[in-house]
């Protein structure tokens, strides 16, 4: 199959997004674009197209593609039974399936597998590798079964895709999680008005029982201004540190 015979099937597909994809991970085009070759050996100079040959995807990328398909399946599977599903059984698949892609990437971690932050860890590591497909439904099992410690790593990495913030707002609204609503805010790249009217909803009329999660926040906010204050009086950059501090501290 030509590229341009896989371009075509894939602007031709309607379902490609709302089912899983053929290529479910982010192709390293580098390898792809170097065994590209002109069909003809002697093409013609004044012709706009010049059909190539050589199209194809490298084992390694072959690989992951079916391991993320094949994972993809099983969860979205297991999320249609949430109730028959929790966190154990969702971190014995993941782990599995994100050390596979660690040992194709050839990817150290640093960290022992017994760590109660190794999938946290491993999450970041391999994130590159990951498509949205994986992405989307990893970000539905942590709001699902409140993982929140991962649900972070996705919103801190740029994992999220921008179609998904504002089922992600909602939930995390209605599940009073201030932290996370603060560090989308901080960190999505193109919040919409209805997101932000969420937000601002929620910080401005908090519920009676999502006052707490604030205190906390802020309580954490002080915590990390007085903890660089601290620090900033030690060093030779210490008047540059501390007001760095005092003006990380005035805007909270």
């Avoid at 192709?27 to 002697?42: G, Q, R, V």
């Avoid at 059909?51 to 690989?63: F, N, Q, R, V």
């Avoid at 926040?217 to 501390?242: D, H, N, P």
Wanted: net charge positive; aromatic share 6%.
């Amino acid at each position: 199959m030509t590229l341009l015979d896989v371009i075509t099937k894939a602007s031709a597909n309607a379902e490609l997004h709302s089912s899983i994809a053929d290529h479910p991970i982010v192709l390293n085009a580098d390898d792809i674009f170097l065994n590209l070759k002109p069909e003809a050996e002697d093409p013609n100079p004044t012709s706009f197209v010049s059909p190539l040959t050589g199209w194809g995807i490298s084992p390694t990328d072959a690989k992951l593609i079916d391991l993320s398909k094949k994972f993809c399946t099983k969860l979205n599977r297991k999320l249609k039974d949430i109730h028959n599903f929790n966190r154990e059984e969702f971190l014995g698949m993941l782990n599995p399936f994100l050390e596979k892609f660690r040992e194709k990437g050839g990817i150290v971690i640093g960290v022992d597998s017994n760590d109660s932050g190794y999938t946290s860890v491993l999450l970041q590591k391999v994130r590159s590798l990951l498509g949205r497909d994986v992405l989307s439904l990893v970000l539905e099992a942590c709001i699902s079964l409140g993982i929140w410690e991962l649900l972070e790593v996705l919103i801190v990495n740029g994992l999220i895709d921008h179609s998904c913030y504002s089922n992600l707002i909602v939930n995390l609204a209605a599940k009073k999680r201030s932290d996370l609503l603060c560090l989308c805010v901080k960190h999505a790249r193109n919040l919409g008005s209805v997101e932000l009217l969420c937000v601002l909803k929620y910080f401005l009329c908090p519920p009676k029982d999502g006052y707490a999660s604030m205190v906390n926040v802020r309580k954490k906010w002080e915590s990390q201004a007085l903890l660089a204050i601290e620090k900033a009086t030690l060093g030779k950059k210490s008047r540059l540190a501390k007001e760095a501090s005092l003006r990380t501290m005035s805007m909270r």
